[in-house]
């Protein structure tokens, strides 16, 4: 039994070259640098995305289509070891999250930071979903045993909280679940980069996000190469009037360079010193504009080529094999806490 590396990959939004260079580029990565070691379980988690608002009449398609992104990006659907599967498709998850509900604190879940910036930017719309988003993802991870987790800083409580559910049910009732490794040894193991933020063009002090409607600052990966590259050329800078890497004072240019870092692959050193000092904002756009209309037409290239019919024949085996799997572990839930004979 090969150790589990599991990630869910949320998709509501049409993605953007944030998404790119901060999931979907380091998801095939992370599938060819572990490939042959570890099983790799990749979902979307569609329940989920009820949590914040969302156009229910497009779900479905997006859970497909952003899949496809990651296919474009590199991810091999034919690696033996990676498992490709929908949330709901595998109705474990809900169940083992009903039984989860029930040994977990209401205090322990009030205190997720997640829950409460986002129930205080949505006021109306705090549903109970909103609040149980972390025991559901306890279910996604205890269900298949998996032990690392990559995940971003948002995500830490979460998956602390998951621990914090495996261990205090495997301590009632003896050996039920494979506990996720800790944070800083998931993050130690995996090298991520968890820094890594990709901003908007247009205010370069927030996260380049679709969810904030700011179609000047952000690049979708659906934009024509040419629009996508005037929205470089429009990016807000300051008035230093001189390039630097640095976040606090000048977050513009420094998200262009780091943009420029992960579209040719250079290293950041050699870019940083190769720009610091000029005094042209316009040439550092320029070479920008560059890369990512350059970036955009090889990955739509890409994405045309997908042969969509294997993607959903892989879809529906992968889910067929991991319902298997977590049956079983809902199965040893069930007994533990009484739902079923104990064998
Ligand atoms: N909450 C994660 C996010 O917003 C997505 C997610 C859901 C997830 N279930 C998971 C990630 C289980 C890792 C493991 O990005």
Redesign the pocket.
């Known amino acids: 039994m090969k150790d589990i590396i ?5 998709s509501n939004d049409e993605p953007t070259l944030g998404n790119y260079l901060g999931a979907m580029r380091p998801m095939a990565d992370l599938q060819r640098k572990f490939a042959g070691r570890y099983q790799i379980n990749m ?1 979307v ?1 569609d329940l ?1 995305s009820f949590t914040t608002p969302i156009d229910h009449s497009t779900l479905y398609d997006s859970s497909i289509r952003n899949l496809k992104y990651f296919v474009a990006a590199g991810l091999d659907i034919d690696d033996p070891n990676t498992f490709i599967y929908r ?1 709901s498709f595998i109705p474990a998850h809900s169940e083992l999250t009903v039984i989860l509900n029930n040994f977990t604190g209401f205090g322990e879940m009030a205190r997720m930071t997640q829950f409460k910036d986002k129930s205080a930017a949505q006021n109306d719309n705090v549903s109970v979903g909103l609040f149980d ?1 972390p025991v ?2 306890a279910a ?2 205890l269900l298949y045993g ?1 032990k690392y ?4 800083e ?2 830490t409580q ?2 602390e909280i998951t621990r914090d559910i495996g261990l205090r049910m495997n301590h009632k009732f003896g050996e039920l679940f494979v506990i996720p490794e800790e944070t800083k040894k998931q993050v130690e193991f995996m090298n991520l980069n968890r820094g890594l933020r990709i901003r908007s063009l247009s205010d370069p002090t927030r996260k380049m996000s679709k969810s904030i409607q700011d179609p000047r600052g952000t690049i979708l990966l659906s934009d024509s190469p040419d629009a996508a590259a005037k929205k470089v050329m429009s990016a807000t800078t300051d008035s230093v009037g001189q390039v630097n890497f640095d976040w606090e004072n000048q977050p513009g240019v420094t998200n262009l360079l780091q943009i420029l870092v992960l579209l040719t692959g250079r290293p950041q050193d050699e870019i940083n010193a190769e720009w610091t000092g000029q005094t042209s904002y316009g040439e550092l756009k320029k070479a920008v504009a560059t890369a990512v209309r350059d970036f955009l037409t090889d990955f739509q290239t890409k994405l045309g080529e997908i042969d969509e019919s294997r993607l959903l024949d892989k879809l529906s085996r992968d889910e067929m094999a991991m319902a298997e799997v977590a049956n079983e572990t809902l199965l040893r839930v069930q007994r533990a806490v009484g739902l079923r004979q104990k064998k």
């Open positions: 599991l990630t869910g990959i949320r979902f988690p989920h949330q988003y559901l993802m996604d991870i998996a987790v990559p995940v971003g948002d995500q979460h998956l």
